[in-house]
DNA sequence: GGAGAAGCGACTGAGCATGC
DNA sequence: GCATGCTCAGTCGCTTCTCC
């Protein structure tokens, strides 16, 4: 259990030590309000950034995107804050909920017919959808998320599933069926924000975290494949509190604006430029995903959900853009951006989208492809994978609790070792250290890495194979392969080469030939 | 410098697991 | 059922360390 904490918190530094500069994604009027928020609220701007984003998007009002591809791309979004209890996930979505509250409020829509939702089951959540189909729903812990599916029926788990799924991306009409009743659901548009601890969220990439028996299997349908994640860490809180800068747009304003500017469907499109890279990268995407199609579901099915979110993505910063910018055209008729005032609301209702603003430029797909790829990696390394090799870090932790100085001795006596393949069952029986096979395989892992050789399969023909790892051939012969063996071992070792590669396989008839070979040769002085 | 202890690696065999 | 791999306990021989 304490390994698997360790492990869990491996992957969670090695997301956040890969820093994403929003500086380098956002505009400058974009940044200007994200920053303000993060710096008055103490919160990590990374989840004040995604949560922004996924909030903007339920605010579009079900805009679309008539994208690179034959089909609309409709702008949703579903989002997890992964964090430990200390990482403040709360605060970032209290603080869209508050804003959306304030909008809601300013265009006096009542409490009981808020789009801020909270259902806890997948019941009264299509339900919901039923009445209004523009959902943003809130899920303060992921846990409870996980818990709607199929909350009546072990069965249902994957139906319900599905249907999320689904939600995704939505056709005209979605329907449930269940016994007593069914929803029907006309253009749903749900955006979810979900806060999930590291257990939970990494549980739910390989597919352990539901309830269901088989749980190997559970994210086979990629449901959370499709969650951009944003990792945060605990950190130092600043001593002095920032006063918000009135002069900054608060996210209030923010999303009444995108609110008020869409109340028709909007669709949007690329430029040709646009639209060139876009299909360029969605082609890159699509490549890698059916190259992995058939060693690597999930790595597959991440490459294949990157081709949906760059769209997605780019049309979000879109609209961030060119709703910020609007609302920084506005400081001179607004001294101040404090609460949201009729004032404001008198001002927003004279805006209009033009014709350019459906246009996405070059440098915002640009922007979308740095930040998807973001998104991919820190997905790969929840799940465990090294993000540029796409080798699964087996249990990495193991090599960490190896002492270097072992490491370090191990590595030297694979490379001296005569035999060019070496079995990996071999190290643990011949070794005689308190390491174990997995422990032993990091260690061929971080040799690969470093080219010393090759990890392969035993090329038997029947039954389960064995793991070899097989050295690069050395061009120029290096005659003291170790200082410590005598001359006599140095002649054995050039002559039986091979014959000590079957002796580390346990094929018994083989090692009897071995060593009687060997007991020959070592008798004979 | 030599004797003995300790460490290390090669190898065996048994029992068990796994895939065909 | 068979072939193969994995793990463990154990033996043997060699090297290195330590103490006198």
Not at 18 to 26: A, P, T
Not at 72 to 101: D, W
Not at 356 to 373: E, G, Q, W
Not at 378 to 393: C, E, F, R, S, V
Request: one cysteine or more; hydrophobic letters at 35%; aromatic letters at 8%.
């Amino acid at each position: 259990k304490s390994t698997e904490k360790c492990e869990r918190n491996r992957r969670i530094k090695q997301c956040v030590s890969e820093k994403l500069d929003l500086r380098l994604i956002l505009d400058e009027n974009s940044f200007a309000i994200i920053n303000d928020i993060a710096q008055t609220t103490n919160g990590s701007i990374d989840y004040i950034f995604l949560t922004t984003i996924v909030t903007l998007c339920h605010w579009t009002m079900g805009a679309s995107l008539k994208g690179a591809q034959a089909y609309n791309t409709p702008l949703i979004l579903f989002s997890i804050l992964c964090g430990g209890s200390s990482s403040k996930k709360s605060a970032p979505i209290r603080i869209v909920k508050e804003a959306c509250e304030a909008v809601e409020a300013l265009d006096g829509i009542p409490v009981n017919k808020s789009s801020i939702n909270a259902s806890v089951n997948m019941e009264s959540l299509c339900c919901e959808l039923e009445k209004q189909p523009n959902l943003l729903q809130l899920w303060d812990e992921l846990a409870v998320f996980l818990g709607i599916f199929g909350s009546t029926r072990i069965d249902r788990a994957a139906y319900d599933r599905g249907l999320m799924c689904e939600f995704y991306s939505p056709t005209g009409i979605v329907r449930r069926q269940l016994v007593t009743r069914h929803n029907v659901m006309i253009k749903p548009c749900l955006n979810i924000i979900a806060a999930g601890h590291p257990k939970r969220t990494i549980e739910c990439l390989s597919g352990a975290g539901s309830k269901c028996q088989d749980q190997k299997d559970q994210n086979e349908d990629g449901l959370f494949n499709r969650f951009i994640i944003a990792v945060a860490y605990k950190y130092r809180p600043n001593r002095e509190t920032i006063e918000p800068n009135n002069k900054i747009p608060k996210l209030s304003h923010l999303f009444y604006l995108t609110k008020k500017l869409h109340h028709n469907t909007e669709e949007y499109v690329y430029n040709d430029e646009a639209k060139k890279f876009i299909k360029d990268v969605i082609y890159t995407y699509d490549m890698l995903s059916s190259d992995k199609s058939n060693e690597d579901d999930f790595l597959a099915s991440c490459y294949q959900k990157s081709i949906e979110r760059v769209e997605r993505v780019s049309l979000a910063l879109h609209i961030l853009k060119i709703c910020s910018r609007r609302l920084f055209n506005m400081v001179e008729d607004i001294e101040s951006f404090g609460i949201l005032d009729d004032r404001f609301k008198t001002i927003c209702t004279e805006q209009e989208l033009s014709e350019a603003d459906h246009v996405i430029d070059y440098d915002t797909c640009f922007r979308a492809s740095l930040l998807t790829k973001f998104y991919l990696n820190q997905t790969k390394m929840l799940a465990g994978y090294d993000p540029l090799t796409d080798n699964i870090l087996v249990n990495k932790k193991h090599t960490m609790d190896v002492p270097e100085n072992e490491v370090k001795h191990i590595k030297k006596y694979i490379e001296n070792h005569p035999s060019d393949r070496i079995l990996l069952s071999s190290l643990p029986a011949n070794l005689k250290r308190k390491i174990t096979k997995d422990q032993y395989f990091v260690i061929f892992r971080e040799m690969e890495l470093e080219g010393k050789g090759k990890i392969e399969e035993t090329n038997n023909v029947t039954g389960p194979k064995g793991v070899v790892f097989v050295k690069k051939k050395k061009t120029d012969h290096q005659p003291s392969t170790s200082s410590t063996t005598n001359q006599q071992q140095a002649s054995v070792v050039s002559t039986t080469n091979e014959q000590a590669t079957i002796a580390l396989t346990t094929n018994q008839q083989q090692i009897n030939q071995t060593s009687s070979i060997n007991n020959q040769e070592t008798n004979e002085p």
